[in-house]
């Protein structure tokens, strides 16, 4: 038997005699799971000062307690309703919303809904190793904050197959425990999400990047018609922006550090020989991460997602700031290769609403890059870091056949494999970046040559705080 207790939440889960069911099966293999497949070293003998979720409001989702990783309490919330709220875009524009899946859009729901929980507990297993080499106590317990709130997510998920979905969510809801990252028999549904997080800037640049995908995607499912669907993505953003805090500022840590140990190495020494990050091997990172995250918008031209759109399935980011709605007279102009040659061409808007979703993705990464670069230019720094061309390795979309330099120039096959390793991390960088990441930091207080101290702890504590403790 769980207790409703045992599982903060603001979905009258102790009323709801069927859920409980539903989740007094699931919740043994989640948390066998969890041990299996999360945090590896960091399960039976550690403390780690974490928020957890207990409410929807600013004072319950912000309580904060040292926890032992598989005792976290993963609760389901809904952010609160919006009175009358309407179909805000669509064919549907106006009617009420959905408090159950209607029959028709049953299928299209449950896809959308199990590949946004797919990518949920494949992020924890990318990053399952990383504990091992942490920079810092600090670092350590963001990365398992992360990953606790990543499981929260995955609850969120399954909450909506178990609770709309019958039998068929329940099998969803096994499916999404069994499948695993980079497992070449059953693999995640994403690419993004098989690829392996083994050192640190890795990490980061997932959590900049790929996690701001992932706000991209709750962006848009919060717009959506099915209310529940709406108020569970709602709540999931909140916690998202912190994802994206570890991210950003990780790198500008770097950064901060790099900056200073080239004025030690004396400018135009190597900063790796003093143990730093050079910024070619980060602006690679970038590269890699931010088109891995590009393609997990799927395609430029999509029928699925001008259906999706019609429907009122999933909206736009910020669906209130368009004029039109409807969108049914309007067309996007994309770029397009046509037998070699890249041109313009006008498509429906509908059947570009990925491609219009990706372009809030790339000035909402564009906005963070610039941010990055005020540390360079702060410290005196020529050197910029840069977003690659939308068209830079991609795996996904009309130009996953093609290969472009960073610049967005056409490249021969073989003008890419001879210079990829220009744009690309090579096998020798990921040797380096393990080589400075082998010895991991416990000490409180203390961090790891290649990143610099955040300025401030977590919650008003101190940076020096014991942030992860080991039991006695
Ligand atoms: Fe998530
Ligand atoms: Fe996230």
């Not at 989640?30 to 039976?44: H, L, T, V």
């Not at 399952?128 to 670092?139: A, E, F, H, I």
């Not at 990921?430 to 401030?456: C, H, Q, T, W």
Request: proline share 5%.
């Amino acid at each position: 038997m769980i207790s409703a207790e045992k599982i903060p939440n603001n979905v009258g889960l102790s009323s709801n005699k069927r859920l409980q069911r539903a989740l007094e099966h699931w919740q043994p293999a989640y948390i066998q799971w969890w041990k299996d497949m999360g945090p590896q070293g960091f399960q039976d003998y550690h403390q780690v000062y974490v928020r957890t979720a207990v409410s929807v409001d600013a004072a319950g989702w912000a309580h904060f307690e040292y926890v032992r990783l598989p005792e976290y309490r993963w609760g389901i919330f809904l952010a609160d309703p919006v009175h009358d709220r309407r179909i805000g875009f669509g064919d549907f524009m106006g009617q009420p919303v959905w408090q159950e899946v209607p029959g028709e859009f049953r299928n299209q729901l449950r896809r959308l809904i199990v590949t946004q929980g797919d990518t949920e507990p494949a992020s924890v297993e990318q990053q399952r190793w990383l504990g091992q080499r942490c920079p810092s106590l600090y670092d350590l317990r963001n990365l398992f904050q992360v990953n606790v709130e990543e499981g929260r997510h995955l609850w969120a998920m399954v909450y909506l197959l178990h609770s709309y979905f019958g039998r068929d969510g329940r099998d969803e809801a096994e499916e999404l425990l069994a499948r695993q990252s980079g497992n070449r028999d059953k693999p995640r549904i994403l690419d993004a999400f098989n690829e392996p997080i083994d050192n640190w800037l890795d990490f980061f640049m997932f959590t900049m990047f790929t996690d701001r995908d992932g706000k991209s995607q709750l962006l848009s499912l919060s717009e959506s018609s099915l209310d529940p669907l709406s108020r569970t993505t709602r709540f999931m953003l909140t916690e998202e922006a912190h994802h994206m805090f570890v991210g950003e500022t990780g790198v500008a840590r770097i950064l901060e550090r790099t900056c200073q140990l080239t004025r030690t190495a004396g400018f135009s020494g190597d900063v790796r020989k003093v143990g730093g990050i050079d910024l070619p091997t980060i602006q690679k990172f970038i590269n890699l991460w931010f088109s891995l995250s590009l393609d997990l918008h799927g395609n430029e031209i999509s029928t699925n997602a001008a259906s999706y759109f019609a429907n009122g399935l999933k909206g736009r980011a910020y669906e209130d700031k368009w004029d039109d709605h409807r969108v049914t007279e309007t067309t996007y102009e994309l770029e397009v290769s046509q037998e070699g040659k890249l041109e313009r061409r006008h498509i429906p808007m509908r059947t570009a609403m990925n491609e219009v979703l990706r372009d809030w993705y790339v000035s909402d990464c564009q906005a963070g890059v610039t941010r990055w670069n005020r540390i360079l230019e702060r410290h005196g720094f020529s050197d910029r870091l840069r977003l690659p061309d939308r068209k830079f390795n991609r795996g996904i979309g009309m130009f996953s056949s093609l290969h472009f330099d960073p610049d967005g120039h056409p490249l021969s096959d073989e003008q890419w494999a001879r210079r990829k390793d220009e744009w690309l991390p090579s096998p020798h960088d990921r040797d380096y970046l393990l080589s400075i990441m082998n010895e991991p930091v416990y000490e409180a207080g203390k961090f790891a040559n290649y990143i610099a101290p955040p300025p401030r702890g977590i919650k008003g504590l101190p940076v020096h705080f014991e942030y992860v403790r080991t039991e006695a």
